[in-house]
């Protein structure tokens, strides 16, 4: 199992990013995706998830109405779209799913700063 997110980075304040998760070795489109992210000095906090399909969504009420979760099963990949960046969403962000244990990318560093 191989989980690689990218696409993070320095954006100012009211800016967008977005960020990808790749994944490989196993039945990607059977799983829900969860992107998480941790913030120095706090513990790591689910901000979005989308089941398999990609039918069903949920989010963390600090990032709803600004992030937008999608996916591409035909590319094993899991998209998290960011608008309307704030300094309190600079963290290191992480994706996830669950297969008797949970797995995780290395992570991607967001930092929100003018």
Same mark, same amino acid.
């Given at each position: %199992?191989?989980?690689?997110? +990218?696409? /993070?980075? =320095?954006?100012?304040? /009211?800016? +967008? =990013?977005? $960020?990808? *998760?790749?994944? +490989? /070795? ?19 906090? =689910? ?22 979760? +999608? ?8 998209? $998290?779209?960011?608008?309307? =960046? ?8 992480? *994706? ?10 290395? /992570?991607?560093? %967001?930092?929100?700063?003018?």
């Amino acid at each position: %199992v191989q989980i690689v997110e +990218s696409g /993070g980075g =320095l954006v100012q304040p /009211g800016g +967008s =990013l977005r $960020l990808s *998760c790749a994944a +490989s /070795g196993f039945t990607f489109s059977a799983y829900t995706i969860n992107w998480y992210r941790q913030a120095p000095g706090k513990e790591r906090e =689910l901000v979005a998830t989308i089941t398999s399909a990609g039918v069903d969504t949920f989010y963390a009420d600090s990032v709803k109405g600004r992030f937008t979760v +999608s996916r591409d099963n035909a590319k094993n990949t899991v998209y $998290l779209q960011m608008n309307s =960046l704030k300094p309190e969403d600079t963290a290191v962000y992480y *994706c996830n799913f669950k297969r008797f244990i949970h797995y995780w990318g290395q /992570g991607t560093q %967001v930092t929100v700063s003018s």
